[in-house]
């Protein structure tokens, strides 16, 4: 089993910052992915971003393509979203994901990831 904790989320206004952690724990490996979701009120969960524990590789949304960046620590046990240039349309409950053996084309399907977090808010006003 693996245990996904999410902290980072919070308010902030439209324009500003917002870095999202997820520490993994328990059964984890080198051949792990990880990657965010997420879900706002009334619409269906959406990827994010990812990132493959191995090489690094990563995948975005491309409604945050040059605004977030996905990265992860070297010991492999967390994994960061830093969310710049914040819009009122990013509000949402992030999810943190992994899951492992996950091939490139599959990075964004949320039935790919066995784990997910408790989830995190993220509000930007206007």
């Known amino acids: 089993q693996v245990q996904l904790v999410e902290s980072g989320g919070g308010l902030v206004q439209a324009g500003g910052s917002l870095r999202l952690s997820c520490a993994a724990s328990g059964r984890t490996s080198n051949s792990f992915a990880m990657a965010w979701f997420r879900q706002a009120p009334g619409k269906e969960r959406e990827f994010v971003a990812a990132?493959?524990?191995?090489?690094?590789?990563?995948a975005y949304a491309d409604s945050v393509k040059g605004r977030f960046t996905i990265s992860r620590n070297n010991a492999k046990t967390t994994a960061y979203l830093q969310m710049n240039s914040l819009k009122p349309e990013d509000t949402a409950i992030y999810y943190c994901?992994?899951?492992?053996?996950?091939?490139?084309?599959?990075?964004?399907?949320?039935?790919?990831?066995?784990?997910w977090g408790q989830g995190t808010q993220v509000t930007v006003s206007s």
């Open positions: 990132i493959r524990w191995n090489g690094g590789t990563t």
């Open positions: 994901s992994a899951g492992s053996g996950i091939i490139l084309s599959s990075l964004r399907m949320a039935a790919a990831y066995s784990y």
